[in-house]
């Protein structure tokens, strides 16, 4: 007479079959690491740098140039300040370049700010090793709420 597998016995059975598979064999897809891209010649900013959202307290600024190649991981920087002269503050986020696109979209948030207080920025993007894409902005402003 046969029993039929309980809680216990299904799941033991699970653990069992995939035991003697190796996750290569789980997944028919594994994406490979691609080298870093090329370097293009001449960054440019294409579309920007302008404020998304401004809050009491932070910011998002946002910008898009063409695809700056070099290492996957980049950062976006804003540079700020109140007064446009003396910019001292620094922002950074994160991004992962992909490689088949034309061009970068950056997005970065700053916090900290004072509320109703006129703000001063530069954008550049950089390499996270820190090596500069070359790109720098002129000097554009937003006001908190």
Known sequence: MKRPLGKVGIAGAVILLYSNVNAAQLTP?????LPPAKRTARVHITQGPEL???KSDWA???WTSNNPGGADEHFGVVTYGTDSGNLKETAKSHIRLNQNHSYTVFRVRIDGLKPQTTYYYTVNSMEANGRSDGVKSTVKHFTTR
């Open 29 to 33: 897809y594994a994406p490979k690491e």
């Open 52 to 54: 998304e959202l401004a």
């Open 60 to 62: 998002i600024i946002r």
